[in-house]
């Protein structure tokens, strides 16, 4: 259950209020989350917003129902993952189709899940990779950080076309149950984006059709990860990481250009559209993650998918008109 109240100041300032309730059955757990939100639109073009409030968020749900031999559930108890957030926004616009968004964040989080021994591990970084194997007990002693600064442009669709480019400068940390801080898996410390389209339009017997030419363009930090433990890997047979490297390495910055081609006709009762999307095409080999291979070989690169064109047709059909 949730509360919200709005609340106009005046012509310029308004604010928003909110109350939000979790409860979760299996071990009656619950959170309390009160959230505020202001707003000054000093200009009729530019605008400062402050937001902050508490948040929460169950665990992966089989986390909780790993259980032993007898049944035991291992993290039948463990609470919510809870974060404070605070984020400070300046908005423009200039003339009617195009506007700026500066953003600065801070999300300090808590009670994240980690070993019960002193270790590295924190499920922050759970999503990232391809683990096969999770710790069973776990506490709620884990600590996380992020903070950042983004801002975005954006040419609103207009006069056939539009474009958006966005920026980001972050820092994203964690901390184990030893104590210790360390780089999260999704540390890549900055990333860019850029992408628009181009419409041509021609009419034929009052119909219009059009052909489409867009991108993208993205390009960042590349993800953390850590080094193999080639001596225990070897004795277990199994890929087993340096503990206190946890995320020491990084892999090379990420990079992919997409083109899109589009075709669309329209008729009385049907719009068809066939085009073409050229994914990677630069064929940029961009590292999908570290591979234990063999004592010999201990560590192998994997890439993702390379150059990749998908074609496709789409079919739009309207029947006659709707019983009133």
């Given at each position: 259950p949730f509360v919200q109240w709005k609340y106009s100041i005046n012509e310029k300032l308004s604010t928003v209020t909110g109350l939000h309730l979790q409860y979760f059955s299996l071990n009656h757990?619950?959170?309390?989350?009160?959230?505020?939100?202001?707003k000054w639109q000093f200009k009729q073009n530019q605008s400062l917003a402050f937001g902050t409030g508490l948040h929460s968020q169950l665990l992966p749900v089989y986390q909780y129902f790993l259980q032993d031999d007898n049944g035991?559930?291992?993290?039948?108890?463990?609470?919510?993952?809870?974060?404070f957030h605070m984020v400070l926004g300046y908005d423009v616009f200039f003339k009617h189709d195009v506007r700026l968004k500066a953003e600065l964040y801070f999300q300090q989080l808590w009670n994240l899940p980690v070993?019960?021994?002193?270790?590295?591990?924190?499920?922050?970084?759970?999503?990232?990779?391809?683990?096969?194997?999770?710790?069973?007990?776990?506490?709620?002693?884990?600590?996380?950080?992020?903070?950042?600064?983004?801002?975005?442009?954006?040419k609103f669709f207009t006069h056939n076309w539009f474009a958006m480019f966005s920026g980001s400068v972050y820092d994203s940390r964690l901390q184990g149950s030893n104590g210790k801080w360390y780089n999260s898996d999704f540390n890549g410390q900055y990333i860019l984006n850029a992408l628009g389209t181009k419409e041509f339009k021609w009419s034929?017997?009052?119909?219009?059709?059009?052909?489409?030419?867009?991108?993208?363009?993205?390009?960042?930090?590349?993800?953390?990860?850590?080094?193999y433990d080639t001596i225990l890997s070897q004795q277990y047979e199994d890929p087993i990481v340096i503990?206190?490297?946890?995320?020491?390495?990084?892999?090379?910055?990420y990079f992919r250009f997409d083109i899109k081609l589009n075709y669309r006709c329209n008729t009385k009762r049907f719009t068809?559209?066939?085009?073409?999307?050229?994914?990677?095409?630069?064929?940029?080999?961009?590292?999908l993650r570290i591979s234990y291979v063999s004592p010999d070989q201990p560590a192998k690169e994997v890439y993702q998918l390379g150059f990749l064109p998908l074609f496709y047709y789409r079919l739009d059909f309207s029947f006659g008109k709707l019983n009133q």
């Open positions: 757990s619950y959170s309390i989350e009160p959230r505020f939100s202001i035991t559930l291992y993290n039948k108890n463990l609470d919510f993952m809870r974060s070993d019960t021994f002193a270790s590295s591990y924190n499920m922050l970084n759970e999503g990232s990779g391809f683990d096969r194997f999770f710790p069973t007990t776990l506490t709620n002693k884990g600590l996380g950080r992020n903070m950042g600064v983004e801002i975005t442009v954006e034929k017997k009052k119909r219009i059709n059009t052909i489409g030419i867009g991108g993208k363009i993205t390009f960042g930090g590349g993800r953390r990860y850590t080094p503990d206190s490297m946890r995320n020491m390495n990084q892999f090379k910055p068809h559209e066939v085009g073409i999307d050229l994914v990677n095409l630069t064929m940029q080999k961009n590292i």
